[in-house]
């Protein structure tokens, strides 16, 4: 069964699109799934698909500027204006409003890169209500964080928040291309290292990763980081919560692994049970290695059958 579900966003402008798949089973729980910077909730078919198949009801939305709810609010690329919370908010609605139609479930969450930021947002604030959290191509210390805000807030105070700066992706992001060793073409190759996988990212029409993104959802963005940076923001999370920490070993973002392991010392430092894999060899999606993405996949539900 697959509902598909509206509410508004806590920006106060957009309506979210969501989507709700729910097994032909009796469920063993929830898992909500957060995607990352610029794609859409789509591009999990298969893991949504192998999680349902494993009896897991499985909740997911397409943030403000991404995917339908970008299309039909004509907000490409613009989070609105209320703030760096606003991604994570929003996830909570979805959550309330998944918990009201199937209640008493246990209930995951599922966050990859940017949807890792949100999802250690969302921990921070609402972790008591989980079973369990996953983070995956999540990194530590963003690199240069604090010129990066320092840049984008000069845009916004300039009166320039709502254009998009052509240079300033290229400034907060540009370290992610190192070691993508066939060059860069397309602009995604950090992403995988399998042509046919980047083809299909900058090719999708329902993908914003090529499209423009606002200056001040960019200053969102990196002040979001900024929360979620530190021993500060591990020990606002519950400590009883299990998390299970996944990442490529060869993934710029978790910078070849050394910030994903920094994540996983804040929390393991603060007193939290983190389950930490790498994968060695594989990039930023190690959910779309064909050679992978089962493997990655099995081991999440095994986290989860394990909270049960």
């Known amino acids: ?39 859409h909730s789509r591009r999990y078919l298969h893991m949504i698909s192998h999680f349902v198949d494993a009896g897991y009801i ?10 339908k709810t970008a ?4 907000t490409w ?35 990859h890169s940017m949807g890792s930021f949100i999802t250690r947002d969302y921990i921070g604030k609402y972790g008591e209500e989980l079973t ?10 963003w690199p240069d964080l604090a010129e990066g805000i320092a840049a984008c807030q000069n845009l916004v105070d300039r009166g320039l928040g709502e254009e998009s700066d052509p240079d300033l992706p290229g400034k907060l992001m ?34 914003a990763f090529t499209r423009p993104t606002s200056n001040r959802a960019f200053l969102y963005f990196c002040q979001m980081m900024d929360c979620i940076t530190g021993p500060e923001w591990a020990e606002k999370v519950p400590a009883a919560l299990p998390i299970y920490n996944i990442a490529g070993d060869q993934d710029p973002v978790g910078q070849f692994g050394t910030g994903v392991m920094q994540v996983a010392n804040w929390l393991i430092d603060s007193g939290h049970h983190v389950e930490t894999r790498l994968y060695p060899g594989y990039r930023h999606e190690i959910h779309n290695y064909r050679d992978l993405k089962d493997v990655v996949e099995e081991g999440i539900i095994d986290f989860m059958n394990r909270q049960l």
Request: aromatic share 12%; proline share 6%; glycine share 12%.
């Open 1 to 39: 069964m697959l509902h598909e579900v509206t509410f508004p966003s806590y920006n106060e402008r957009d309506t979210v699109y969501g989507w709700i798949y729910v097994p032909a089973a009796e469920p063993k729980g929830i898992l909500q799934l957060i995607h990352g910077f610029g794609e």
């Open 77 to 111: 690329g613009d989070w609105g204006t209320k703030g760096p919370h606003t991604m994570m908010e929003d996830e909570h609605r979805l959550h309330d409003l998944t918990v009201k139609m199937y209640p008493n479930l246990p209930y995951f969450l599922f966050g």
């Open 71 to 74: 299309i039909e609010n004509d």
């Open 58 to 67: 499985v909740a997911a939305d397409d943030h403000v500027g991404h995917g």
């Open 132 to 141: 369990g959290a996953v983070i995956c191509g999540t990194t530590g210390e």
């Open 174 to 207: 540009g370290w992610m291309f190192s070691r993508c060793t066939e060059g860069v073409t397309l602009g995604n190759e950090w992403i995988c290292a399998d042509p046919a996988v980047q083809k299909d990212h900058a090719a999708d029409p329902f993908d």
